[in-house]
């Protein structure tokens, strides 16, 4: 992978971050099949965001509220 051009590594980590964010909703979504868009939303960013993050950029504490 090293000796692709910079442009394709770049491309290939996008594509990456998108099927992880894929699979991280769609996960959520199936064990919380009832949960509203807002909760999903709350979920992912509790997900991949490190707690402090979280409560300093959104406001909420996964922690608290069970994510």
């Known amino acids: 992978m ?3 051009p910079g442009w394709k590594r770049l491309g ?3 594509e990456l ?3 992880m964010r894929k699979l991280v909703l769609a ?3 199936d064990r919380f099949a009832g949960a509203s868009d ?3 939303r709350r979920r992912f960013i509790a997900r991949v965001l490190p707690r ?3 409560i ?3 406001g909420f504490d ?3 509220e069970g994510y």
């Open 52 to 54: 402090e993050d979280v």
């Open 17 to 19: 971050t998108d099927a």
């Open 27 to 29: 996960d959520i979504k």
């Open 62 to 64: 996964p922690k608290q």
């Open 56 to 58: 300093r950029a959104y």
């Open 38 to 40: 807002e909760e999903i």
């Open 2 to 4: 090293s000796k692709l």
């Open 12 to 14: 290939l980590a996008f």
